[in-house]
């Protein structure tokens, strides 16, 4: 079942968000199970969102590429939910009735 990840990160900057994706970028395009990526600054912490087609997927890509990455002191909280539809231009992932 596909799921929305919503990460809070308190205390990030830009340039600091920007250094994590830089060294990311190529390997989440590629990561088995992810669907979408999309960030914004917020009130003094950074705001991710993304989906991807489980839990399992995105929290081993996020083990393996984010957490050796992170700069000193950040420590991203994240949620999860699973969704009931996520539509792409070429694919209708999950739909339950």
């Excluded at 929305?4 to 990030?12: A, E, F, G, H, P």
């Excluded at 992810?34 to 003094?44: K, R, T, V, Y």
């Excluded at 081993?60 to 990455?69: A, D, M, Q, S, Y």
Aim: glycine residues 6%.
């Amino acid at each position: 079942m596909a799921v929305l990840i919503s990460t809070r990160v308190k205390d990030q900057t830009r340039e600091g968000y920007d250094a994590v994706l830089t060294a990311v970028h190529e390997s989440i395009a590629k990561a088995p199970g992810f669907i979408l990526h999309c960030a914004h600054p917020d009130e003094g912490e950074w705001k991710v969102y993304e989906v991807w087609e489980s839990k399992v997927a995105a929290d081993k890509w996020f083990g393996e590429n984010v957490v050796p990455n992170l700069p000193p002191g950040i420590h991203p909280k994240r949620s999860y939910q699973e969704l009931h539809a996520v539509i792409t231009p070429t694919e209708l992932f999950t739909w339950q009735d």
